[in-house]
């Protein structure tokens, strides 16, 4: 993202600060969680510079250590600023230091502390902000690398603390319905946005072929003509062609009965017994859309205005995860396909170390991607099969075993764009859904299948007493029923 905090974080609004000319603890722990939940809407546009990772809460540490000039406030007086105010005048305590980093905590999703630490006494006299990330606690104390050298992920040592926990926006699932009911329509306003923002960049379902409406067993038959389809386009052989085109119309139509002209007795045997299969398979292929959040049907007071904004995002999420679900069936499951032709590989029979290191970097970006559409792995992989297929002409077998590396070089940037962009949809879905984009993994020429590097798996299998050839690569899928078993 372009820009500096002082074009993406706006000017404060009129009446900025909060101020408490005499106080208690109790008081300005209310005062810093009134900013905390009021404000995050400040910093949404300048939190997208930073990634939902360890590495990005380093660099939001960093930033607010070098852009911000610690002060504690005058004797007798606390100031707590918000975002905005705290840009501006990039001068402030612990409180408006808690509050900047929280706001950009929530606009990312992390889910976080705010921890009031007492050194001794019995009265808390500090603050900060403890981020929860994949399990683990990780202090954003900027004051204590300031004032003692602290690092980032490190906090002093305590004798009492008080932890008030705060979600990270887009958590349907558990909005604080202790906030005000601006804050709360504030936060469906901004995630309804985000939602619509995601909807627009997708193509619209076509009513026909929504895989979100079908059977597990019509997906099958989807995958398959479509595979038949490709097989087609590759023979040369006209009487093959027919059989394979009247192949995928049986798929098609979901019965054999257009499968008469098959000559061919292996593939009218393989479509009858994937129609076979299919018909049993009557389950939905996916689970249902419909996203569980808090209902204040039952809610009295100032919230009993609000249940249509929940009903909205709801709708509007369930609307989005089908439109992700056809797109990926669409064609671009198809895309990604040649980066994960390593993924049909056995890993315990591989030798090389540069091809285990790449399964695994892909299998964490395939797994990734599967949960979040919930995707069924046999019918991801018949995508990405047919991909393969489509693009090499070969199975991921047949290019294993095959002499000579395969031309597919003209392909990684074709690939690698594509698979870099469905995950950067996932991102963005999963910070909607889940509130968490998880870790996609690294998604480039140094994780991708490279077919050059079978010659030397043959090399390291002659050596170890192979027979030279490629048996101990049988596909790792192969005994999925009819999704892979062709080629």
């Not at 706006?10 to 008081?27: M, V, W």
């Not at 852009?67 to 005058?74: L, R, V």
């Not at 600023?81 to 905590?105: E, M, W």
């Not at 395939?366 to 297929?389: E, H």
């Amino acid at each position: 993202m372009s820009g500096s905090a002082s074009t993406l974080i706006p000017p404060p609004a009129k009446g900025p600060q909060l101020r408490k000319e005499e106080y208690r603890t109790g008081d300005i722990m209310k005062v810093v969680q009134d900013i905390v939940r009021g404000y995050a809407h400040e910093t949404e546009q300048f939190s997208r510079q930073f990634s939902r990772s360890e590495a990005g809460l380093k660099k939001l540490f960093n930033w607010v250590y070098r852009n911000f000039t610690y002060k504690e406030d005058p004797p007798g007086s606390q100031w707590v600023q918000t975002p905005a105010y705290l840009n501006r005048h990039r001068v402030g305590d612990c409180k408006s230091y808690t509050a900047f980093i929280s706001s950009v905590l929530q606009n990312l999703g992390i889910d976080h502390y705010i921890r009031y630490a007492a050194y001794g006494t019995s009265e808390y006299r500090h603050v900060y902000p403890v981020a929860l990330l994949d399990g683990k606690q990780i202090p954003l104390d900027v004051v204590y690398k300031v004032q003692h050298g602290g690092r980032f992920g490190e906090e002093k040592r305590y004798t009492k603390k008080k932890d008030i926990k705060v979600k990270g926006l887009y958590q349907l699932g558990s909005i604080d319905m202790g906030a005000s009911e601006e804050e709360i329509i504030g936060q469906l306003k901004m995630t309804l946005a985000e939602v619509e923002k995601m909807d627009a960049q997708l193509p619209a379902i076509n009513p026909s072929r929504d895989v979100t409406k079908m059977t597990a067993g019509q997906v099958d038959n989807l995958i398959w003509a479509d595979r038949f389809e490709i097989l087609e386009g590759l023979t040369k052989d006209s009487t093959q062609k027919s059989e394979y085109r009247a192949a995928a119309a049986a798929m098609r139509q979901g019965d054999i009965a257009g499968i008469g002209s098959i000559r061919n007795s292996a593939i009218r045997k393989q479509v009858e017994a994937i129609l076979k299969n299919s018909v049993k398979k009557q389950r939905p292929a996916f689970a249902n859309f419909s996203i569980k959040i808090p209902t204040p049907a039952g809610v009295k007071g100032l919230f009993s205005g609000i249940g249509n904004f929940f009903r909205r995002v709801g709708q509007a999420i369930g609307n989005l995860f089908k439109k992700f679900v056809n797109w990926i069936f669409s064609g671009v499951g198809k895309k990604m396909g040649p980066f994960f032709i390593f993924q049909f590989l056995q890993r315990g029979k591989i030798k090389s170390p540069e091809i285990r290191s790449r399964i695994d970097a892909q299998q964490k970006s395939y797994t990734f991607i599967r949960r979040l559409g919930k995707f069924d792995d046999q019918q991801l992989k018949g995508l990405m099969l047919n991909g393969i297929l489509e693009r090499t002409g070969k199975s991921p077998k047949q290019i294993a075993e095959e002499e000579g590396v395969p031309q597919i070089g003209n392909l990684v940037s074709v690939v690698i764009g594509a698979i870099q962009f469905v995950v950067k949809v996932v991102e963005k879905v999963a910070g909607i859904f889940r509130r968490s984009s998880g870790d996609a993994g690294r998604i480039d020429e140094t994780t991708m299948s490279d077919p050059s590097l079978f010659e030397e798996e043959r090399r390291l299998q002659q050596q170890g007493g192979g027979a030279g050839n490629f048996n101990p690569l049988l596909l790792a899928a192969a005994g999925i029923p009819f999704i892979l078993k062709a080629l």
